[in-house]
C-alpha cells in the first residue's frame, strides 16, 4: 500500500489543486492500486511524479507543441514550447535545454509540499554557474524527476528565457524565437505533435513523500535559496 499511499495523500485535479479528483474517489481500493502501478503506455514510460485520470482522456506520450503564454496584466504574449518526454530521458533533455541560457543563470525551485489548499511557493537563487548548477541538480535526479510537488525553472533575464521541468515532469520553454530549444528536442528525439494532449489537460494525481520533502529542503540548502517570487 506505500505506492498507493504516496499517490492518495496528494490527489489534485487539472484546475483545483484543494479539491480531490472525483473519477478517483469512485475507485476500489485495487482498482486504484492497480492503474497507479502503471506508467509504461507503449514505448512512453512516466515518472512516478503523476499519474492520467483512470478513464484515459489523455493517454500519456512523448512529444512536443507550441502554444501562447498571455500576460493579461501586461497585454502580452509569451511564444511556448511544452513537451512530454519518457522519464529516461527527463533529465538528460532538461539539461541540454537549459545549456541554452548560457553560463550564469537564475534558478526558481516550486514547491507545493503541504500546500495542496495555498498553491505553490516559489524560491529564487540569483547567478549560478550552469556547471555548478548542473552538478548539483543530478546529484538530486531522483527528487527532481519523481516528485510531484517539486518544480525548478532555470532562466536568464538577459534574453529573456526560461526553461521549467514542472510537477508534472512536462518540460516548458517561455520566451522569443525558441528555435534551438526546438533543435535539442529534435535531437532528443522528442517529435513536434502540434495535436498532441498532456497529462495536464485532463484529471490525474501526484505523488509524493516524506522522503522527497527532505531532498527538497537538502536541495534548496545546496542551492543557497532564499524566498522567492
Known amino acids: 500500500m506505500g505506492f498507493l499511499k504516496n ?3 496528494n490527489v489534485y485535479t487539472a484546475d483545483a489543486p484543494a479539491r480531490p479528483a472525483s473519477g478517483f474517489n469512485q475507485l476500489s481500493n485495487d482498482e486504484l492500486e492497480a492503474h497507479l502501478g502503471v506508467s509504461r503506455y507503449g514505448s512512453f514510460e512516466l515518472s512516478d511524479a503523476v499519474r492520467p485520470s483512470y478513464n484515459l482522456e489523455v493517454i500519456p506520450s ?3 507543441r507550441h502554444d501562447v503564454y498571455r500576460d493579461e496584466e501586461n497585454k502580452a504574449e509569451v511564444p511556448v514550447v511544452m513537451a512530454a518526454v519518457s522519464r529516461e530521458h527527463i533529465m538528460d533533455t532538461f539539461m541540454s535545454l537549459i545549456e541554452q541560457l548560457g553560463d550564469v543563470v537564475d534558478v526558481v525551485l516550486e514547491t507545493s509540499h503541504g ?3 495555498h498553491g505553490h511557493t516559489d524560491l529564487y537563487r540569483e547567478y549560478i554557474d ?3 548548477l548542473q552538478s548539483t ?3 538530486f535526479e531522483e527528487l527532481l524527476v519523481n516528485d510531484g510537488c517539486t518544480g525548478i525553472a532555470v532562466l536568464n533575464p538577459s534574453l529573456p528565457q ?3 521541468l514542472d ?3 512536462l518540460l516548458i520553454v517561455y520566451g522569443k ?3 534551438r530549444y526546438e533543435n535539442v528536442m529534435v535531437d532528443c528525439r522528442v517529435p513536434c505533435r502540434e495535436d498532441m494532449r498532456f497529462i495536464t489537460e485532463a484529471e490525474h494525481v501526484h505523488s509524493t513523500s516524506e522522503r522527497y520533502l527532505q531532498d527538497f529542503e537538502e536541495l534548496k540548502m545546496r542551492l543557497g535559496m532564499d524566498s522567492g517570487r
Open 7 to 9: 499517490f492518495f495523500t
Open 62 to 64: 512523448a512529444g512536443f
Open 115 to 117: 500546500n495542496q489548499a
Open 130 to 132: 550552469m556547471p555548478i
Open 137 to 139: 541538480l543530478w546529484d
Open 162 to 164: 526560461e526553461v521549467q
Open 167 to 169: 510537477e508534472h515532469k
Open 177 to 179: 524565437d525558441l528555435r
